[in-house]
């Protein structure tokens, strides 16, 4: 089946420790993201990439990083930077170009909590 | 920065009613989408309305986009249930040659069975 396949779906991390979200997608997209989410709140912008091997910071990059040496990958790693991991985070794609017809594809997320 | 900002934050209704929620968004746009969440999962496209539409139906959702109040509305009509969810609006902003979707706050809406 086509989509987009998070791992894993609960994650713990000790205060310290380095954790990375995989994005796995079928989908053929260019593009992909990573949003995190609070409860009860929206979404906020990580990272994103257009093309492989280049991606952009989005509106809270600080104490993540990201990869994108396949097209079909994009995954997340939480650094012991970020101070306030607990959240639950999405990973998106989408087809590139300036059409303006562009829907974003969204995989089941992660819930990743500090232990 | 949220581009969009979604109002009401929390909708409660009946099932039958209609539920109206509202999209506020600050800069131009190519076109506006709407989004839908359960609790716990991912979100799931409903639809899109393009810069050059000002209205838009599929199944029970209807969609208006004003661009000139920088607004868009989403309305789900004779709700059931199962539309219990956050609904999301989210436009594509573009910096410096690239573009990324921004999304608003959503709205919670709960129709009451």
């Known amino acids: 089946d086509g989509g987009i396949t998070q791992s894993p779906k609960y994650l713990f991390r000790k205060e310290g420790q380095n954790v990375t979200l995989s994005c796995e997608q079928n989908?053929?997209?260019?593009?992909m993201y990573w949003y995190r989410q609070d409860p009860g709140q929206g979404l906020r912008l990580i990272y994103y990439?257009?093309?492989?091997?280049?991606?952009q910071k989005g509106d809270i990059a600080e104490g993540y990083s990201v990869s994108r040496e396949k097209k079909e990958s994009f995954p997340l790693t939480v650094t012991s930077a970020q101070k306030n991991p607990t959240a639950f985070y999405l990973c998106?794609?989408?087809?590139?170009?300036?059409?303006?017809?562009?829907?974003?594809?969204f995989g089941e997320g992660s819930w990743l909590t500090v232990v | 920065s949220q581009q969009g900002e979604e109002d009401p934050q929390a909708l409660s209704i009946q099932e039958g009613e209609n539920a109206t929620m509202n999209c506020s968004y600050k800069t131009s746009i190519n076109n506006l989408q709407w989004y839908r969440q359960n609790s716990g999962r991912g979100l799931v496209h409903l639809i899109l309305i393009r810069s050059n539409e000002r209205e838009k139906h599929s199944g029970r959702l209807r969609v208006t986009l004003d661009t000139s109040k920088k607004s868009s509305s989403l309305l789900i009509t004779a709700s059931r249930a199962a539309d219990t969810a956050s609904y999301f609006c989210?436009?594509?902003?573009?910096?410096?040659?690239?573009?990324?979707?921004?999304f608003g706050t959503g709205t919670r809406l709960k129709v009451l069975a």
């Open positions: 989908l053929n997209h260019d593009a």
């Open positions: 990439s257009q093309i492989v091997n280049d991606f």
């Open positions: 989210a436009t594509r902003a573009t910096t410096s040659g690239t573009y990324k979707y921004i």
């Open positions: 998106a794609s989408s087809f590139a170009g300036t059409g303006a017809g562009n829907t974003i594809y």
